[in-house]
């Protein structure tokens, strides 16, 4: 659902600067915009990864509370990106931490698992 948003939004600022695919270039806020969505996709499968791994491994309630903390975050980058460039970094602070935090979770239990007598 989130990278379906953010490609529609792209797709509305194309319309509205007018900028014709395959064009990744034009209006700043359309270049925010591209940007925005191309890095939320970009950190997308680290994320699924990690949250796939720890929810195996470690706990499935943490690790679900981590992963709707970290789609609220990419969220309010993506948003706060768009809007200007100063935006983005509060929320990429936050979603960065969380991904650490998941790869805690995930090496903790892996190491669990591995190493259980």
Known sequence: LFSGYFAMQVIYA????????PETTGHPEFERTF???ANC???????I????????????????VCGLLYLYTRLRYFQ??????????????????LLWLL??????????????P
Not at 41 to 47: N, T
Not at 55 to 64: E, K
Not at 103 to 116: M, S, V
């Open 14 to 21: 194309r319309r509205k600067y007018k900028v014709s695919p």
């Open 35 to 37: 940007r925005a969505q």
């Open 41 to 47: 996709s970009e950190y997308f499968p680290i994320f």
């Open 49 to 64: 990864s990690l949250l796939w791994v720890a929810g195996i491994f470690f706990h499935q309630g943490v690790t679900a």
């Open 80 to 97: 706060g990106y768009a809007g200007a460039a100063r935006g983005r970094l509060g929320p990429l602070y936050a979603s960065a931490w």
């Open 103 to 116: 790869l805690g979770l995930a090496l903790a239990g892996l190491l669990a698992h591995f190493l259980r």
